[in-house]
Nanobody, 115 residues
Framework: QVQLVESGGGLVQPGGSLRLSCAAS????????MGWYRQAPGKQRELVAR???????NYADSVKGRFTISRDNAKNTVALQMNSLKPEDTAVYYC?????????WGQGTQVTVSS
């Protein structure tokens, strides 16, 4: 089994920054991809940023230039640096890991951007 532990969420003002972190532990077969999704009230869960084991990245258009995803493959961790935060970024952020052919999800961490 794989467990995901997320940290770094909180309340920030518009224009501020947060750094989210996620660590995967347990029985790791192969981490093919790690990333972050988010879900705002009344909206569908959406991809925020994703990185494959080879280093390729995908970002939502709404966060390009503001968010940066990074991985430490040796430690099976993924982080999301979020800069220039906007109220529209307010959501629950979920860590996602593709372990072999199976997706695993964290419990989610709340990010609130408000003045």
């Amino acid at each position: 089994q794989v467990q995901l532990v997320e940290s770094g969420g909180g309340l920030v003002q518009p224009g501020g920054s947060l750094r989210l972190s996620c660590a995967a532990s347990g029985i790791i077969l192969r981490i093919n991809a790690m990333g972050w999704y988010r879900q705002a009230p009344g909206k569908q869960r959406e991809l925020v940023a994703r990185m494959t084991s080879g280093g390729g990245t995908n970002y939502a258009d709404s966060v390009k230039g503001r968010f940066t995803i990074s991985r430490d493959n040796a430690k099976n961790t993924v982080a999301l640096q979020m800069n220039s935060l906007k109220p529209e970024d307010t959501a629950v952020y979920y860590c996602n890991v593709l372990n072999g052919l199976i997706n695993y999800w964290g419990q989610g961490t709340q990010v609130t951007v408000s003045s």
